[in-house]
């Protein structure tokens, strides 16, 4: 089995969260939350090398996080991100370490709950279907709201899956999948969005519900939290 990639893309500024520090450099129990992310993906026998993508004026924070918890390696790659996530991700996947062939994973580097069997299941899947992502079915009913905030429509829950990272893919397929983007100027919240762009089938599978992206200080209490029980 050639040995698969992951690329973390880090180069958020983390607006939404608000604060000088990026969240992916904010800490959780002392450790920075992209310090979880790289340290779960070298302890996979399957990993060759993990991509961060960042913002080059956060190398130092960067190199600090991963120096203080002995995360420095040869198998950490470190790349200069863009100004979107895609453009950070689409930077990361032209690395020469990534062979078409291979399996690439994209893992948000500010989940810090993500598991090896979470990986392996995505892994799994896209193994067989060459395109799979993690979701969980959602417990809100969700609407599509105008501007104004009149409700447009309401979706039918039984369908929808609110989706996570690590999402997986052939890299053969994801670089056709970013090429056909940069060519069309089209952009997405997510990888998987890219993939179907080109028509291949993406599988949804079970997700983590402890898989939180830290987006706001609420959610670092609640990744307290977990880490409490
Ligand atoms: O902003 P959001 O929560 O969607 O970011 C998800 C991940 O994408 C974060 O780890 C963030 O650092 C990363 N990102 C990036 N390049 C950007 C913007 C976000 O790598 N320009």
Redesign the pocket.
């Known amino acids: 089995m050639e040995p698969w990639t992951i690329i973390l893309?880090?180069?958020?500024s983390g607006l939404?969260f608000g604060g000088d520090v990026?969240k992916?450099y904010r800490h959780l129990r002392g450790i920075s939350l992209i310090s979880y992310s790289v340290r779960t993906a070298l302890s996979m026998p399957e990993v060759g090398h993990v991509i961060i993508?960042i913002n080059p004026e956060h190398r130092a924070m960067c190199e600090h996080a991963l120096s203080s918890q002995h995360l420095q390696s040869d198998r950490v790659l470190i790349v200069e991100?863009?100004?979107?996530?895609q453009?950070?991700i689409h930077a990361a996947l032209q690395h020469a370490v990534i062979s078409d062939s291979s399996l690439v994973f994209v893992h948000?580097?500010?989940r810090p709950f993500a598991t090896f069997d979470l990986y392996r299941r995505v892994g799994l899947a896209a193994m067989e279907h060459g395109a799979a992502i993690p979701g969980l079915a959602v417990r809100d009913t969700i609407k599509s709201v105008f501007d104004g905030g009149i409700v447009e429509a309401t979706l039918p829950r039984s369908v929808l899956r609110a989706v996570q990272t690590p999402q997986c893919f052939r890299a053969g397929v994801l670089r056709s999948a970013y090429a056909h983007a940069a060519e069309l100027g089209i952009t997405a919240?997510d990888d998987a969005s890219l993939v179907e762009a080109i028509g291949i089938p993406v599988l949804c599978v079970e997700g983590d519900e402890r898989n939180i992206?830290v987006?706001t200080p609420l959610d670092l209490l609640i990744a307290e939290a977990f880490l409490a029980v």
Do not use: F, I, L
């Open positions: 893309p880090a180069a958020g939404r990026p992916q993508a991100g863009g100004t979107e996530r453009q950070s948000d580097a500010v919240t992206k987006t």
